[in-house]
Structure formats: structure tokens, C-alpha cells
């Protein structure tokens, strides 16, 4: 296992490798097939590793708008895939370096909220995931890479965002004095209304409005922001 990768993103783990065997075994797999981190829409997606763009492509019903990077590792190919994009910045046949910005995310395809659906394989490795594998062992444990492009960074209970731009996309969404709905409703912003956040809750997908009013970015799969230009 001489290859090592960088996380391609930082934000709160979701949900890890082989989880939700119920949930995944309609799609042939004995449980999750990647690792989810819960990053808001519009977040920047790095590449795990130098490599080649493989396949720039949409699966309706699966990984939605995804790309998928080939890593040399000897005489073995690996293949990192980074699915639930909203678009991709790379092109087919193009190399990459670790840490470059290959992608936004979003939640196309089969998503129920903002996520990065991140998946390493290796052919003719795990037959019972068709070749994926656990991408947790081969992250290094501390980066030495340095991302082209602002990411999120953690602290904490809450990741750091960069300063990244929402608009309301539902009627009335409920202001709280914290990242949840047991914390006290303080305000509500109406659909169109606009903010800078940089704060996310690692705990939960809330997002700060302005210091100490939060608000859900989804709850329940049902989606109240939008990343906004």
C-alpha cells in the first residue's frame, strides 16, 4: 500500500465505509461503497491524488454528476471517484496533481442532502464491493499537500467555510440560537433572503447566519439553502 491520499475535502464524516448494509444492497453492494462527508452545496472538491481524469459523467439514480481520477501505484491502477457534484472542473484525459480542484459539490443523483460521495477502487480487490475498498487506510495521517483552492477547515464542533455565499430557497426557514432544533427559534428569514456564512456545525448540517443565529442548510431531506453567487 505505497499510495497515500489527502482528504478531498474537509467536513464532518457522515458516513463511513460498509455502513447501511440494508440501504446499499438494492445497488449489489453489502453496505456503503466510499466514505460521505457532509459539506454544504458549492463546496470546492480536491483530488485525493496525482493522477488522470478517467470519466467525467452522470449516473441518474446513482452517483449523479461525478468524476473518476486513475492513480498509478506501482503496477496497479487505483481510481478515486467524487460523486454528487454539481459540475466538474476537469475534462476527461486531464492530469491532475493532489490537491487540485477537480469539482463543486451538490446532491445529484441518489442524495438525500449536500454531500461528497467519496470511493477508492482497486480492480480485482473486495469482490464483494466490486472492487471498492475502504479509501480510510490510505489517507496519510497528517497532509503535507496543500490544496490549490480554499476548502473547509475543522475546529471543533464546526468547520471553518470559505465565506461561501447562500440564498433561502424555502418560504420561511426558523433563525435559532444554535446549530439545532433544540435550540430556541429566535427569527425567521423568508425565501430569497441572502448571507455570508463561515460556520458550519460538524454535528449537524446548520449553517450560521451571523454570530449566534443558525439555520438548517436541510433537515428531514428537505433542502432550504442554495449556494448563491
Known sequence: MAIKLIVPVNGPITQLFGENPDIYKKWGFPGHNGIDYGIPNGTPINSAAAGTVNQVSFENGGYGNYVKVAHQDGSKTLYTYYAHLA???????????????????????????????????????NPAYKGYVDPMPYFQSSGTTTPETPSTTEQGDFVSLPDLKFEVTYDTLNLRNGPGVEYSIIGQLTKGAKFTSKKLSSRSVWVEVEPGKWCALQFEGTIYLKVSK
Not at 460521495?117 to 480487490?125: A, N, R, S, T, Y
Open 87 to 125: 459540475s466538474a472542473a476537469v475534462a476527461a484525459g486531464q492530469k491532475v496533481k493532489a490537491g487540485q480542484l477537480i469539482g463543486y459539490s451538490n446532491n445529484t443523483g441518489a442524495s438525500t442532502g449536500p454531500h461528497l460521495h467519496f470511493g477508492l477502487k482497486i480492480d480485482g480487490q
